[in-house]
Nanobody
Framework: QVQLVESGGGLVQAGGSLRLSCVAS????????MAWYRQAPGNERELVAS???????NYADSVKGRFTISSDNAKNTVYLQMNSLKPEDTAVYYC???????????????WGQGTQVTVSS
């Protein structure tokens, strides 16, 4: 009933920037929170950043000061602005959201398909 679609990944040089976007669609009543995860080959999926509907944010230590998560609640969209990118940031980035459905007000955890971010040295 719900779909998350990510975009904005690509290849960038170290020190460069990218902005990821994720749009949620479907029978949505509300979304809280939204988050970005990443997974590099051979590694576990890790939380990068999260944001609540009230604007409270959390970041992994490895991205603090470089990444910024934001959201547009009216558009059911979450963004991840990534600056000062490092080769270590190379991974598949996934958005995720806790979504309360219009149907019966049920709550589900939804994941996007992932978008590749590659940072060259």
């Amino acid at each position: 009933q719900v779909q998350l679609v990510e975009s904005g990944g690509g290849l960038v040089q170290a020190g460069g920037s990218l902005r990821l976007s994720c749009v949620a669609s479907g029978s949505i009543f509300s979304i809280d929170p939204m988050a970005w995860y990443r997974q590099a080959p051979g590694n576990e999926r890790e939380l990068v950043a999260s944001i609540t509907s009230g604007g409270s944010t959390n970041y992994a230590d490895s991205v603090k000061g470089r990444f910024t998560i934001s959201s547009d609640n009216a558009k059911n969209t979450v963004y991840l602005q990534m600056n000062s990118l490092k080769p270590e940031d190379t991974a598949v980035y996934y958005c995720s959201a806790v979504i309360r459905l219009l149907t019966g007000r049920f709550t589900v955890r939804s994941w996007g398909q992932g978008t590749q971010v590659t940072v060259s040295s």
